[in-house]
């Protein structure tokens, strides 16, 4: 209750002297209650005495005793919301969406308020995102992932927005899956629908808002809870993107930064902000008979291309011009010295390289071909790691020790 007190918007006037939390404020408050040993109800418990005690001056203290008086309106205000079928869940409850509270972390919305069977958000899914504003191919593409999704019993989480989104939810929710739907508009007016109201119903449709029910559209909502959606999701998918612009871009651009979740952008280059994306380390994907549960799960592994032939001239020319000098030299001086200078030994190049991305394991061939590598040089250098006790070698595959 006292996340609900101090951070939402419910049962406060448009006119009101005083706001709730902002999320900045709010982690202050929980880091030095978390500090003394207690729980965000001891600012309820104990009146404005722990507020006192720990600095807190007159004019926030004031704050806090408005927000907590107004406990009878907002008692009022649940009860009149949940005649209306919507709920409200805090990020101390058993019923938060676990995932993305795990990723977030401090930017973890204090409440979310919710209609429908909240069970859905805690449920394995992939994350669809996309353009208003997309053609039928985009269209068709949506439709077919969505559906793929659903035979694998995967729900979808969307933003519920026109385009790439409502083609998602329908698609879902058509296809006997799930749409879970983290909405920018009012949820009153979209529960108002009745193709939503008889898919939340029928327990195939959960919206999701961080802010009270009848909030109106905001651009910066929407922008917003495009992390809710990476960050519940085992993947997303971009359908269609445009280039360095709209919420589709600025969405997956921060989910990558932040390495929420993987992001797989259609392999559609038509689309510039697609291609682009890619360009940025998005997974590019193409539909296909592969399971988008093992795609998600799957142990990502990167490996850097080693152009062995490129350190070995790097290292012999560095041992050339510290055998003749300072400098460049001709030609027939250059190649004599490099001649000269003794063969570069490069297993102390390669070594960080493979305990860094064996993985779980690799055999030697998947090892030359990860580090294009000659077979033989890269059995010699493997079993050279094991000798130094840096790898061991069981049944064939090599692991760290």
Known sequence: MSAILLCSYLGIDNDAP???????????????VGQQGQQPSVVMEQNQSFLRENGYGQEYMERIKRLLSRGGTLAFKLNDLEGK???????????????????????????LFYCGDI???????????????????????????????AAERLVVYSGGAKGVDGVAERAAVESGSAAVSFVAESMLSKISKKDILDAIIGK?????????????????????????IYTSSYGTFVVASDYK??????????????????VLVWNHREYEGNDRLIEKGAIPYELSGAPLFELLTKKEEKFQQVDL??????????????????????DAEMEEARQAAPEPDLYHVIVPYV???????MTGDEAAEAFHVAKGQMNTWLKRLCQDSRLKCVKGLYVKQ
Not at 246 to 251: D, I, L, N, Q, V
Not at 309 to 330: D, L, N
Not at 355 to 361: A, D, W
């Open 85 to 111: 079928g919507i709920g409200i869940v805090t990020q101390f409850d058993r019923d938060y969406p676990v995932l993305m509270k795990r990723k977030l972390k401090k930017k973890t919305p204090p409440v």
């Open 245 to 262: 612009k709209g919420g589709t871009w600025a969405g997956a651009t921060e989910a990558m930064k932040n390495e929420w979740t993987r």
């Open 119 to 149: 069970g859905l958000a805690k449920k394995i899914g992939i994350g669809v995102a996309g353009s208003r504003n997309v053609d039928e191919a985009g269209i068709r593409f949506t439709q077919k992932l969505v559906e793929k999704a």
């Open 204 to 228: 195939k449709c959960l919206l999701l808002s961080d802010v009270k029910p009848d909030a109106g559209f905001s651009a910066a909502r929407a922008m917003n809870r495009n992390k809710y």
């Open 309 to 330: 032939f490129s350190f070995a001239r790097e290292i012999g020319e560095t041992k050339a011009e510290e055998a003749s000098g300072t400098g460049p030299e001709p």
């Open 355 to 361: 305990l860094e991305y064996i993985g779980e394991g």
């Open 18 to 32: 005083f706001k709730p939390l902002t999320l900045t404020e709010w982690n202050e408050l929980l880091d030095r």
